[in-house]
Every structure is written in C-alpha cells, then in structure tokens.
C-alpha cells in the first residue's frame, strides 16, 4: 500500500534529508521482507515435496486484490499505428472453379443474363489417402533375381510423403502434442502406434540435419551481427539449455548441457570441434581472473600463434595445472576458446551480438549491443511504498522511453551531429537524481552500460531490442510447455533441427509444409534455405555500418 508523504511541506532542510533517508531505509526493508518472504514461501514448498507432499497451491480469488504484475514495455515503447488490412484474397491460389446456375423456373420472362459475378471460398480437404501399389514383380530364371517395381520417393516404410510432412508440421510447427497428433490421425482412420509417431519424428532425419547445418552457416554469414538468447530444456527429465541464434533471415536452435560461453561459442561456431589458443588476447582476457603467479608465468610461456584441440590442450592443463579450481579452469578454456574463435579465417565470425546483460555473452564478440527493453524492465520491476517515490519513478520512466523514440528516430535518418546530441542527452538523463535510492542505484547502472546501450549510434541498421530472439524462445518455452522436452540425444537433435527449419521457413516466406513434404518426396522444387539466406542478404545489406561509405 503507498503512502503519500508531502516533502515540499517540510521547510528544515536538515529534517527533509532525514526522512529522505528513512523513506529509502523503508522501501529497501519492504523490498528485502518481500524477497524474504518469496523465499521462505519456496523453501517450505521445497520441504512439503521431499516430505512426499504438495506446496502451497496457487488458488486466484474472484476479485484479485492486486493487478497483475506486467513488466512488459509495450505501451511505453510502441506508439498507436493506424491499422491496414492487406488484402488477402489476391494472395489465394485458386484449385477449382465451379458454376453454379439460377433456377431458371424462378425467373421472370424479361430476365437477361448478364455474365457472373465471382465469390472465392477457402476450404480444406483432410481425409485419409490409402494407396494400395501393385508393384510388377519379374523373375529372371538366368539370373535367379526377382525384379520389383520400386515405390514413388517418399513412400517408403507404411505412411506417405503427405502423413510424414504433416506429422513433423503438426509437432514442430504448430506445437502440437503427439498423443494430440495420434488422437486426430485416429478420428482420420489412420492406424499408427505411438512408438511409429516419434519414429517418423526423429528417426532417418540426416537430411535435415544437414540441411539446418547450412542453415545456421549461411545465416551466420548474412550479417556481422546476430540475436542470441537462451532458455532451460529439459532432457530425459535432466536440465539442459538451448541457445538461439537469429537475424531476419534465420535461426537456429542449440540445445547443449551447460550454458556456458564455450556453449555460446559451440553454436556460433555451428557445433565445430572446441579449437583454443593461448596469445596476447586471452592473456588479456585473464587479467582480471583469480590466478596465482606462476599459473600466470606458464599461461604466458605457452602462448604463441599454436592451436590445440580440446582434448591436447585440456590434458596439458590438467598435467601441469591438477589443482585449479572450476572458476579458473573454465576461464582459461573460455579466454582461450574465444581466442581461437577471433583468430578463425575461413568461417564466419559475429562481429556484433545482441543480447541481454547475461556473462556468458560477454567477449565472444567485439563488440556487444545490450537491449533496451530488458534495461526498462529493471524499472518497471521497482515497487515504491511511497507516492512521492512513484511520481519520480514514473517521470524517470517516461523521459528513459522517449529517449528510446529518440534513438528510433535516429535509425531513419543517422547524422553525426545528432549522434553526438544523443550522446550528450543520454548522459544528462542517466546522471539524473532523485529522493528514490533505489531508482538512483538503478539509473547508475544503465550508466555504465552506456557504450553498449549506444552501439546503435554506430550501426544504426541494429535493433534496440532483443525481441526478435525472444519470440523464438518463447516457441521452445510453448513447445516446452506442450512436450515436456525429449528423452534422447537423437530427439534433441530433431527438436533443434526442425524449429530452426520452421523458424527460418517463416522469416523467408516458405510454408514449412510444403518444405518438409518437398524434401521427403524429394521432388526439390523448393530451393535450399541457405541459398534464399544468401539472396535474401544481399538483397538487405544488413551489415551496411560496417561495409563503409
């Protein structure tokens, strides 16, 4: 509940800053006793589930007392569009026409026939498609062969092109359940088991594997910079994690068991074998980590120009170096894997990642541009208990969005003078100071992820928000949701491989549909994903910053 103190009426200036001070010491006590609370709450549900019994249950009353705690920035950040149908009729592809007549008997005599007047209705046909072949079978007495007639590409095993297609666009696509996909092929007469369903999803797939491969190559290449998010996967009831990478033209799924900056770093590499090297860079990269001299001496006397493998170099360090702690370990592998990364000549290297202030993402690339939206929910997660507080969290919250229209604006026409002006204005905002300590904390560290913020200043063609790889992380948290996640490493290759194809699909304008039936018939009609990527890129010039004049 808030409570409103007028500030304005205290005249000592000496009494004021007191309760300034004792407000703030009351919003961080209110804040910590709801942390703490929160906390107690799951510690005791955490003991009622090892005790064999249930937690708390979450029951909402008719009337809730209190709205719905909303962190997004849509209204703020997004302002009114008017509204535009496209016309969708001209898109449809007519299958066939058909006349229908007026009852002659109905007309008067002076009727005339004045031509027709054409009325397209959109409508499916799903039935069952059983096709029995009498395949022509010869027999050669000379040879002692039988000689049958092969089966139309795509028809081999007991289901057709059309049932395959349509099992992985159910599952993959449209996020369907497979006891959902079984329950509506029974209500069709198709006779399926549940262990043929996940077969025909998992099973025999090398194709499409390699096909995501040159996917995620080409679209790592379509531009110097990428989205990258991650979220949780569970496999085989265990905790994993999947990294997304996107741009406009693609992305790509990559679930591995840590998530980590070497696991970062496998799926920008596109899942090549771990390379490392110890030079000037990583050395650099480790000056702030917790290394004792000589660790430091021997990372100094082995650097060069060499590269290991991740089996050579792991077994040197072990050999030399039995006692390092995890922290150290994993900093030298990752200083010395991003090393090797940079150092790469004939693969793609991401020169820019967008993304959230998570430590995994930090050093991959040169340079990093951090999301505005995630920096405004910090804001919004803030709950004063007094008005006087709110008023200024309000006034902070508004002039931080019209900054960002500011910056939007600034992307349709880039000047320098302008990008100087944005600069100044950034500092004048963030250097703000109000009677909120929190908000001051909170405004103190935007300011220092001032250059990150303002990257797009120096490539205006970047997003300011890292929505793009948000919306396809909330398809896996949906499927997630749906599917539970897969209990083998061949599902986990198949749950990658197919949400990176239906996800590239949509962003190039391709009916997945029609993708996967066209691969299985193995008609081909359908070009490869990687080379619309590649005409796509060249077509947007989405590295056009650092092209040059």
């Not at 309000?394 to 600069?423: C, G, M, V």
């Amino acid at each position: 509940m808030l409570e409103e103190i007028d500030l304005s009426n205290i005249q000592d200036e000496n009494a004021r800053e007191l309760i300034v001070r004792l407000m703030n010491l009351i919003e961080a006590v209110s804040t910590d006793l709801r942390d703490a609370q929160a906390e107690i709450q799951r510690l005791l549900d955490e003991n009622n589930r090892l005790k064999g019994e249930q937690g708390k249950p979450k029951i909402k009353g008719n009337t809730p007392k209190r709205p719905r705690v909303d962190y997004s920035s849509e209204n703020e950040r997004r302002k009114a569009k008017p509204r535009q149908k496209r016309a969708k009729k001209a898109e449809l592809v007519v299958h066939r026409e058909q006349k229908l007549e007026v009852d002659k008997a109905s007309l008067p005599p002076d009727a005339e026939f004045k031509g027709y007047e054409d009325v397209v209705v959109q409508d499916l046909i799903f039935r069952a498609d059983n096709v029995c072949f009498h395949k022509e079978k010869y027999w050669a007495p000379s040879t002692g062969q039988t000689f049958l007639a092969p089966l139309p590409l795509g028809y081999e095993g007991q289901f057709g092109p059309g049932l395959k297609a349509l099992t992985v666009t159910l599952y993959f696509g449209s996020g369907m359940s497979e006891s959902k996909i079984l329950e509506l092929y029974e209500n069709m007469g198709v006779q399926i088991s549940a262990g043929q369903l996940s077969n025909l999803l998992i099973k025999g797939q090398d194709e499409f594997h390699a096909e995501k491969a040159e996917v995620c190559e080409a679209g790592l290449d379509s531009s110097p910079f990428q989205h990258i998010d991650q979220t949780s996967t569970r496999v085989n009831g265990q905790n994993q994690h999947c990294t997304i990478v996107c741009n406009p033209l693609y992305a790509v799924y990559a679930t591995t068991p840590g998530k980590d900056r070497l696991s970062v770093l496998d799926t920008l590499r596109n899942g090549r074998a771990r390379r490392f090297r110890l030079n000037e860079e990583a050395l650099g990269y480790l000056d702030s980590a917790p290394l004792r001299k000589a660790t430091r001496a021997w990372l100094l006397a082995e650097s060069g120009d060499q590269e290991w493998d991740e089996q050579t170099f792991v077994k040197r360090l072990n050999e030399r170096w039995p006692n390092l702690t995890v922290q150290q370990r994993q900093a030298i592998l990752s200083a010395a894997a991003v090393a090797a990364y940079h150092a790469e000549v004939d693969r793609p290297i991401v020169r820019l990642l967008i993304c959230d202030d998570a430590p995994q993402f930090k050093w991959i690339t040169e340079e990093l541009a951090l999301c505005w939206v995630h920096e405004g929910r910090h804001y919004k997660k803030l709950m004063p208990r007094f008005f006087h507080h709110l008023e200024q969290l309000n006034d902070f919250r508004k002039q931080f969005w019209d900054f960002y229209h500011e910056l939007l604006a600034y992307q349709q026409h880039p000047t320098t003078e302008e990008s100087a002006r944005l600069e100044t204005v950034f500092d004048e905002l963030f250097s703000t100071c109000t009677d909120y300590a929190a908000l001051n904390a909170r405004i103190a560290k935007t300011r220092a992820k001032k250059a990150s913020l303002l990257m797009v200043l120096k490539y205006p063609e970047i997003p300011l928000h890292n929505n793009p790889v948000e919306l396809q992380a909330r398809q896996r948290v949906r499927k997630r949701d749906v599917s539970f996640g897969p209990r083998t490493q061949e599902g986990v290759r198949a749950w990658d491989t197919f949400m990176s194809l239906a996800a590239t699909t949509r962003k190039l304008g391709v009916s997945f549909y029609q993708y996967i039936h066209d691969r299985i018939s193995k008609t081909n009609q359908i070009p490869s994903l990687a080379s619309l990527i590649e005409a796509h890129a060249s077509e947007l010039s989405l590295g056009a910053s650092w092209s040059g004049p």
